[in-house]
């Protein structure tokens, strides 16, 4: 059966302090009130990572994961971080691809492959990330989009590479906006998703893959999401910087 996983993607937010705080937060909150059996992931900023790491390690629910990472192993890259020092501070899961960094630092397709590579050669899971513009949507060339995503970043790996892999259906006019997608339109993509995979590997592998859903989700929006068969979690923004919003969205994964 595949895993079910939300994940509270921090961005460039928190202090140390802070973060610790939330995160503490959170922490008890699943201990005390979640009897589900869906994995937590906390995506703080890079800094933040190994004081997330020790601070969770009792708790079996919970794991940490980081927002990017270099496509290289080690070497003169100044200001990169490799997917093996992630993994040496506690990291379980590597976001790739996210929206932000393919609008803001020019990561495309085939730079996200070699990521999504360095990531499974550190034996981590990548949550790669795929979603349409609102223009690519409204010229209906999102399913186009989709595939060229899924295909350039994720399609040369084998089928045992593959079955590591997270996938994040993110549509970039749900992200920060306020505006989700409507439980209807996310099925149909994860549903499209899954069709590709099977296409190119098996509906085995298709059925036991994780795809999560992200772009505004919130308490209020979490179950109705949750409830359609092709959604398994949710990769969260704005509203995992709030335990109480956070450990919501965790407690409608039931
Ligand atoms: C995200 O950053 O991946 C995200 C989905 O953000 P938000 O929940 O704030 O839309």
């Known amino acids: 059966m595949r895993k079910k996983i939300i994940a509270g993607n921090w961005k460039m937010n928190k202090s140390l302090e802070e973060g610790m705080g939330l995160v503490s937060e959170v922490s008890n909150m699943l201990k005390d009130e979640y009897k589900g059996s869906a994995k937590v992931v906390i995506i703080p900023p890079f800094i933040h990572i190994n004081s997330v790491s020790k601070l969770i390690a009792e708790n079996p629910v919970m794991a940490v994961g980081a927002q990017n990472?270099?496509?290289?192993?080690?070497?003169?890259?100044?200001?990169?971080?490799?997917?093996?020092?992630?993994?040496?501070?506690?990291t379980k899961y590597i976001i790739i691809g996210h929206s932000e960094r393919r609008q803001y630092f020019g990561e495309h397709n085939a730079w996200l492959a070699q990521k999504t590579d360095a990531v499974l050669n550190a034996g981590l899971n990548p949550i790669y990330c795929c979603g349409e513009t609102l223009e690519e949507r409204e010229s209906n060339a999102h399913f186009t989009v989709l595939e060229k995503q899924i295909s350039e970043g994720l399609f040369h790996l084998n089928a045992t590479q593959f079955s590591e892999v997270v996938i994040a259906y993110e549509p970039v006019w749900a992200i920060g906006t306020g505006k989700t997608a409507s439980t209807a339109q996310a099925q149909e993509i994860h549903a499209?998703?899954?069709?590709?995979?099977?296409?190119?590997?098996?509906?085995?592998?298709?059925?036991?893959?994780?795809?999560?859903?992200?772009?505004?989700?919130?308490?209020?929006?979490?179950?109705?999401?949750?409830?359609?068969?092709?959604?398994?979690?949710?990769?969260?923004?704005?509203?995992?910087?709030?335990?109480?919003?956070?450990?919501?969205?965790?407690?409608?994964?039931?």
Do not use: W
Not at 207 to 212: C, M
């Open 69 to 90: 990472c270099s496509n290289h192993k080690s070497g003169a890259y100044t200001g990169e971080i490799s997917a093996d020092m992630l993994k040496s501070c506690g």
């Open 192 to 254: 499209f998703i899954r069709g590709l995979i099977t296409k190119k590997y098996d509906a085995a592998l298709a059925d036991n893959i994780t795809i999560q859903y992200g772009g505004s989700v919130k308490a209020e929006n979490a179950a109705e999401l949750f409830s359609a068969p092709d959604i398994d979690g949710a990769l969260v923004g704005g509203a995992a910087l709030e335990s109480r919003s956070f450990v919501a969205i965790v407690k409608a994964m039931a």
